[in-house]
């Protein structure tokens, strides 16, 4: 192996292991290990712009500004306690229909915003019914990666995956992977509310306390409300057209984050762009710096070989191999930079003779989004909901979480891959 190749194997490997130790914030670290790839020459600047994918960036930018909008009109705030007006107040079926509004949330918004969305409103919730907020906040969880799994812009994983293979729609996306998802969210509920049974018994004056709240002043902006619900809906047509109008995803979602700012105004402007989640943006931005020394060392494409040698280039055996290799590592590790890793061995797989990529690339979305329901460290959207309800006096422990979590995410596993049995082979 080359000695370019090494360094920028030892470059990735190091600034993935001071990611998972979470000693310094994994922004810096892949903005730091992306310019060591430049100042030691395995990338010119040139060929490090040409790997970073900006359909990506542009996608989650445009979607950030139209939803932390959305967001400030109190419509979610509104959500929440309307589900628990419609539940009269009975936990069991609260948890239900939170967990439901999360997963949808999470399919046309994204999982990140949906929980920082809908976990003060289940504390104001459980609040009132005086239990405790875990099965609710594990629920969420669990179903803001469920949902995210069933579309283009659901999870960071599909949006890279979408932008890396452009045959791959927004509808395609809802036709091979909404069906799977739907099926282990009617699954993993019920499974959920039976494991939390004890917990959710309040006393019944607690639940005529829900029904005594107010959804009056809730909604705090109607005016840009409308606006903004006229956008998204316009955006989201976009994606389901996007391809038969030529336009990629990013497009449709700055066009829509832009046209809001238009009719909004500049004051609008200014608190959507602080808004925006910048150091996300740049992880996603040294990120594909890094992946890029991989693949320009060819480093990316000897795994690749190792995979087709390992799998004898049955495309059954690959995608297994994907699914459940993707969804353990994602377990234990962020997502994000193993999908990044894994598009362009796919990609080189199909120079390798394996002519159908199309299953290999559902396995992976699979495996790496329900992947990350198996610990409190397998995504984003689970520190964020552990943070807040830490915040909120109620700290959820890494083993805790383990316990229930981890199992439900290998079931999950297991019905993705008798879905992928069934429908591709």
């Known amino acids: 192996m ?48 040409h790997h970073i994918d900006f359909n990506t960036l542009g996608l989650l930018v445009g979607m950030m500004i139209i939803v932390n909008t959305t967001a400030e009109t109190g419509l979610f705030s509104y959500i929440g306690i309307w589900t628990a007006k419609l539940a009269k107040g009975n936990p069991v079926t609260i948890l239900w229909l939170l967990a439901l509004i999360t997963a949808v949330g999470s399919a046309f918004l994204d999982n990140v915003t949906t929980i920082i969305l809908m976990v003060p409103v289940a504390f104001s919730i459980t609040r009132q019914l005086e239990i405790k907020s875990f099965p609710y906040i594990f629920s969420m969880i669990i179903a803001t990666n469920i949902g995210g799994t069933a579309t283009l812009i659901g999870d960071p994983p599909n949006i890279m995956i979408g932008s890396a293979v452009n045959e791959l729609s927004f509808v395609a996306f809802i036709e091979n992977l909404a069906p799977v998802a739907l099926l282990i969210l009617a699954v993993i509920l019920p499974i959920t509310i039976l494991i939390f049974r004890k917990q959710l018994k309040p006393a019944f004056a607690n639940g005529r306390k829900i029904m005594n709240l107010s959804l009056d002043g809730l909604i705090t902006d109607k005016k840009l409300l409308v606006k903004c619900l006229i956008i998204l809906g316009i955006t989201l047509l976009g994606f389901f057209l996007h391809q038969s109008i030529h336009l990629e995803s990013a497009t449709v979602a700055l066009a829509g984050a832009f046209l809001l700012l238009l009719i909004t105004g500049e004051k609008v402007m200014e608190r959507a762009f602080r808004s925006v989640e910048w150091p996300t943006i740049f992880f996603f931005v040294g990120l594909f710096v890094l992946v890029g020394g991989l693949v320009d060392t060819g480093t990316i494409k000897l795994l690749a070989e190792g995979v087709i040698d390992l799998t004898g280039g049955d495309p059954l055996s690959t995608s297994m191999l994907i699914l459940w290799l993707s969804a353990i590592v994602s377990a234990f590790l962020d997502n994000i930079p193993l999908v990044a890793t894994m598009i362009p061995m796919i990609q080189d797989m199909g120079n390798m003779g394996i002519q159908n990529l199309e299953p290999l690339w559902w396995s992976l979305a699979l495996g790496a989004c329900l992947g990350g329901n198996g610990t409190l460290i397998g995504a984003s959207a689970n520190l964020i909901g552990a943070g807040m309800s830490a915040k909120e006096g109620e700290p959820v422990t890494f083993v805790r979480y383990l316990k229930y979590g981890f199992p439900l995410m290998i079931l999950s596993i297991i019905i993705s891959t008798i879905y992928i049995l069934l429908r591709y082979f």
């Not at 993935?16 to 020459?41: N, Q, W």
């Open 2 to 49: 080359e000695q370019q190749a090494i360094l920028a194997i030892a470059i990735f490997l190091i600034t993935y292991a001071l990611i998972i130790s979470e000693k310094i914030h994994r922004t810096v670290l892949a903005m730091a290990g992306a310019a060591l790839m430049l100042l030691l020459g395995i990338l010119n600047q040139e060929s490090a712009i």
